[in-house]
């Protein structure tokens, strides 16, 4: 691969994380305007950046073979589901040699659907962990990438130097950390770091009518239920996709509640402040910066 | 009672809290270092504030009653519990015509505890909405008021004006906005927007012991545990005292969330979807300015 500077960078679907990523690789990266292309099924979000600067061109959706015939790095940003579809509608249209990546939730669907992808492009699946609660182009200023992790799952047969190239432009992008698992550990652990966060947000949210609840608030209950204002449609397609691990973290959860419940309901005192006591001093450990 | 600037205040408690409304005091409402009183069981917090010039004098527990008879206002920052036993135990201490106020997280007990209080003291209950993970008087500074809420639970006997007076101060001090409830009410409102919420979070580090599970984070999980670096002694007793509430509201949780795994369980998308835009609208109307 060439230098990153060299390469011709697209971006399907310029929406929350396409928009973010594509500010990133000109801010950060030192990618030129007429090095970075997207490709989005509404015309807006292309408008928009082709205006303000930010892409060379502007694709839309029956257009995106001529796109990717014409780029070096690829970022797929879409749902899962969608990300499934365009490699399977456009497989033939990516330059041969090209390195191809994409933004999805669920890692080991996209997996299964590279075993029979096209060897001479090489698929680096990965996972940026910097969303927000809007979606959309316009809302892209919201995803904050510095600091954040990045998880990458690549398959055999991804070529080291493409690694390396990708892992040197997610840092440069701004993320602090990147961690290389197999697609199987990726979903079990995001499950319960980021799934069951959302359905217990979710929960929270789906338990109280009283909008003006917020009255009673001190910080914890915001915090807890920021994420409920969820992009409703990709979150219900992540639940379902990765629903095995997803349910058998709610279960794990279940039961610590089931727990704590009962030694408040006993009145427990003792056994509750020692529960409590360990829970403060492993999250005081998790958030030690390693 | 006097204008603010006249009066003598005294702080019982001068923890994370107590810490923070000595501060604001002194910042925000023109109270002088010499009108400024403070008692704490240990004397580390008190000579610290005396050496910082934020307040006039400080008193070890023995001699409480010393400084309640100088004071013309007094902010109890103790733990639920520890504030009963403390007006107890001084309950003739306290200058007659004198505001009291008190910090608790719980307020029927503290109503309970007033019934038989001393009428020439006018106690009135309150709950400022602004903690922080991290406690003591040398963590104060994270206690931050600022667009915060404060809630009242006046009791029959309290004095107009003395209410009046208290919520000037509350104003003055930060908070954004003062709501008035029976202790009923506050109690109920409370164990969701507050102790739910911490019993939630307890529970999601309760149920996973890697600590280096944050590689996988991207901030929900981040917001969704901080408050599980709780105060294990206070919210031991919080949970206890307000177990009826609280009890309640872990099971209405609850069904929330089996709806949820329900719908993931059964691959119900459209259903899981619809749900969701429920409760991303509700929440983003929640979070609304009034």
Redesign the interface.
């Known amino acids: 691969l060439l230098s990153i500077k060299d390469c011709t960078f697209g971006i399907v679907g310029l929406g929350l994380m396409g928009g973010a990523i594509a500010k990133a690789l000109r801010d950060n990266c030192d990618v030129a305007r007429e090095k970075l292309f997207a490709c989005n099924r509404s015309k807006d979000p292309l408008e928009t950046a082709l205006k303000a600067g930010l892409i060379g061109r502007g694709y839309d959706a029956p257009h995106a073979g001529e796109m990717l015939s014409s780029c070096d790095v690829v970022f797929l940003c879409l749902n899962p589901s969608a990300i499934i579809n365009f490699i399977e509608q456009w497989a033939d249209a990516f330059k041969s040699g090209s390195l191809i990546t994409d933004i999805a939730g669920t890692k080991k669907n996209i997996a299964a659907a590279l075993e029979k992808f096209r060897e001479d492009v090489d698929f680096i699946p990965g996972h940026p962990?910097?969303?927000a609660e809007k979606s959309g182009f316009a809302n892209s200023e919201l995803c904050d990438f510095h600091g954040?992790?990045y998880?990458l799952t690549p398959i055999l047969r991804n070529k080291s130097e493409n690694l390396d190239f990708l892992k040197d432009v997610i840092y440069r992008m701004g993320f602090a950390?990147i961690?290389q698992v197999t697609p199987e550990e990726?979903d079990g652990?995001?499950a319960?770091?980021?799934q069951?966060?959302?359905?217990?947000?979710?929960?929270?949210?789906?338990?109280?009518?009283d909008?003006?609840?917020?009255?009673?608030?001190?910080?914890?209950?915001?915090?807890?239920?920021?994420?409920?204002?969820?992009n409703?449609?990709m979150?219900?397609?992540i639940?379902?996709e990765n629903?095995y691990a997803?349910?058998e973290?709610?279960d794990?959860?279940?039961?610590?509640?089931d727990?704590?419940?009962t030694l408040?309901?006993d009145?427990l005192?003792d056994e509750?402040?020692e529960?409590?006591?360990?829970?403060?001093e492993?999250?005081?450990?998790?958030?030690k910066k390693?």
Chains 1, 2 share one sequence.
């Open positions: 962990m910097a969303g954040k992790n998880i950390r961690t990726h652990k995001i319960f770091t980021s069951l966060c959302h359905v217990i947000a979710a929960a929270l949210i789906d338990c109280e009518t909008t003006k609840i917020t009255r009673f608030g001190g910080g914890s209950f915001e915090d807890l239920t920021r994420i409920a204002m969820l409703a449609p979150w219900t397609e639940f379902i629903n997803l349910l973290r709610i794990q959860f279940e039961k610590s509640l727990l704590l419940k408040i309901k009145g005192a509750l402040m529960r409590l006591t360990l829970v403060r492993r999250r005081i450990e998790m958030g390693e």
